[in-house]
């Protein structure tokens, strides 16, 4: 019985570990708005976020790319042609730094929602 009670807890454990996991990354997400007449479809957008967010010269030349995303839709998975959810991180030893209002200009002037 014992042995049971300890699997279960570990199970738990590990299922409690999953969960947290996915949501820590979704939080650096953010909603932009783009303008559909210069892009061709969400991917094109996101295709440019990444491109201007992978080559981005920041003024603080300590910081180093890390990772991006974007996805085209909103956080239901609506107007996929007109918003996407988006991050850019960069890196030095201080931590990550978020340059996500950089990257909107950069990628003709999306809107952070």
């Known amino acids: 019985m014992q042995l049971t009670s300890s699997l279960s807890i570990a199970s738990a454990a590990l299922v409690a570990l ?18 559909s007449r210069y892009y061709r479809s969400g991917d094109d957008f996101c295709s440019g976020w990444k491109y201007n967010c992978e080559h981005y010269k920041p003024t603080d030349k300590t910081l180093k790319y890390k990772s991006d995303y974007c996805q085209p839709g909103d956080f239901q998975g609506k107007h996929t042609e007109t918003e996407a959810r988006v991050f850019c991180i ?24």
């Open 18 to 35: 999953l969960a947290v996991s996915p949501a820590q990354a979704a939080d650096n997400r953010q909603l932009v708005r783009f303008d």
């Open 90 to 113: 960069y890196h030095n030893e201080q931590g990550d730094k978020s340059i996500i209002k950089h990257i909107a200009k950069e990628t003709g002037d999306a809107q952070i929602q």
